[in-house]
């Protein structure tokens, strides 16, 4: 079964990831801006050479592959920082025709996306969850008549929040859809259309994208209890890592970058470049890597 993830407020390649109690890592799915892209072309130009310890070289006329995957996180930073600098030489080109094809979006799209999997491939070797403390939010009946929506919320705003985390008693749960809102405005929403078991021994739990202060969960589910049967009770938490969620934060920004750089948007593409290197940095310092 596929999971999928998406902003509400806008399209948006960023990445899901929930965990279910039987039935293993659902995601992350990706969800591609233009569908069935076929890969760049090789470009065969002078391009800033990437050495083998991650350092830029000089120019070179070798012709270097099109998202070639990171060797090591420092390979990815290293990466980043050429992407970060070709779209800065790109947004001060006055012709269209005089930007080079190591600057050209096929390439820089490309860029992004080897980074992007790199880091995904390189989080799911380094788990999160043994660090994480679970507050609880609240705790409601869910009806077995109908399909409903409720909210649930903190008494506050809850800072820092990186997942939520849910289980139920007295009987299964079918969940459609998990929304979450946060204090700022912004909202992500988990499509889940699973079953959830009374008889799993652990939470189940989606992780968000970035960091969030927490405003508000919105679930809409039914009970699958019979009617001779007690409705089932649905408790919900909200998770905090005491290691950073860096890598996650990393690939939103860069899932972010890709939708500037298609909407010709390069200011903002290379803001959110610099902050998926500052958040990889800090990813990799803080795990030792």
Known sequence: MRLQFRTVSTASLLTAVCWF?????????????????????????????????GLAGPLSTRPEPDGRPPLSINDALAILEALAGSIDESAVVVSPALVTAPN????QVARVRSVTGYIQSVDAMNPTLPYY???????NKVSAKRVDTD?????????????????????????????VEAADGSTFQFDIGKVVHESSPRRNVC???????????????R????????????????????????????????S??????????????????????????????????
Do not use: C
């Open 21 to 53: 109690m039987g039935a293993g890592r659902l995601g992350a799915q990706e969800l591609p801006a233009v569908a069935d892209e076929p890969p760049a072309a090789r470009i065969a130009t002078a391009i800033p050479a990437i050495s083998p310890d």
């Open 104 to 107: 050209s979006l096929d390439r």
């Open 133 to 139: 403390q679970w507050h609880f939010i609240d705790k």
């Open 151 to 179: 909210e649930f919320r903190p008494i506050q705003a809850l800072p820092h929040v990186t997942a939520v985390g849910f289980s139920v008693k007295r009987g299964d749960v079918r969940i459609s859809n998990i929304e």
């Open 207 to 221: 992780f968000l994208p970035t960091e969030i202060k927490l405003k508000s969960v919105r679930i809409r589910y």
């Open 223 to 254: 009970g699958l209890t019979k009617p001779d049967q007690s409705e089932p009770r649905l408790m919900l938490e909200a998770g905090i890592s005491s290691l950073p969620e860096s890598a996650r934060e990393s690939v939103h920004r860069l």
């Open 256 to 289: 972010m970058a890709e939708m500037a750089l298609r909407a010709d948007d390069r200011s903002a593409a290379g803001i959110h470049v610099r902050g998926a290197i500052d958040a990889l940095t800090n990813y990799r310092d803080s795990r030792g890597l």
